[in-house]
């Protein structure tokens, strides 16, 4: 199938990445929309992978406060470099992560931070649900598991998934490194509600 300009325009429109990714992903993809925005976001994320490891020393402080005045988030935002801390798209994905924790309550920033004394009460809480189910030993592991992974999404910023875009912030988090170039970390945030 030829790709024409529209459907690149169109690619760039969904993904927000350049014109020749664009092109060599329609190429690669015989001109199917779905499949190339699949196949650019799997490069994004290899190359947001290499950018991992580099340091972080530049970002900002982004405030957001709810229109009710009852609910205010403070969120550092990392990047490398001081030129992309005052980008738009920068800007930008520190909004979107803001109001997800004004939205959603996050209670961490990633599973690693959760407390191991925290993890094993709520294992001790799910076995104990399922004590009396009659389920054979395995099932009621792999059910504690997947309990477990859902405590995760819920407290876990990372794991949530965003309340608009319905995609992890660990995944808006690779794409926005792919699209900017950059290793783009959340170093922290505070979540203040009155009531």
């Not at 020749?20 to 994004?44: F, H, P, Q, S, W």
């Not at 470099?81 to 005052?86: L, S």
């Not at 209670?107 to 399922?130: F, G, Q, T």
Request: negative net charge.
């Amino acid at each position: 199938m030829a790709v024409t300009v529209e459907m690149i325009k169109k690619l760039r429109e969904a993904t927000g990445a350049g014109m020749m990714d664009c092109k060599k992903a329609l190429v690669e993809t015989d001109g199917n929309l779905d499949a190339a925005i699949d196949y650019l976001r799997k490069k994004g994320a290899a190359k947001a992978a290499k950018k991992a490891d580099r340091t972080t020393g530049e970002g900002i402080v982004y405030s957001y406060i709810h229109h009710n005045e009852k609910i205010g988030v403070l969120l550092t935002l990392s990047c490398e470099t001081d030129f992309v801390a005052r980008t738009e798209d920068f800007h930008a994905i520190a909004k979107k992560i803001a109001l997800q924790i004004a939205a959603m309550n996050p209670r961490w920033l990633s599973r690693e931070d959760v407390p191991e004394e925290i993890i094993n009460k709520e294992k001790e809480i799910y076995a104990e649900e399922l004590k009396n189910s009659g389920k054979p030993e395995h099932i009621i592991s792999k059910i504690t598991e997947n309990k477990l992974e859902k405590f995760y999404e819920e407290n876990c910023l990372l794991e949530q998934v965003h309340y608009e875009e319905k995609k992890k912030i660990s995944d808006m988090i690779t794409e926005g490194i792919a699209k900017i170039g950059e290793n783009i970390k959340v170093a922290e945030f505070t979540r203040y509600q009155i009531g």
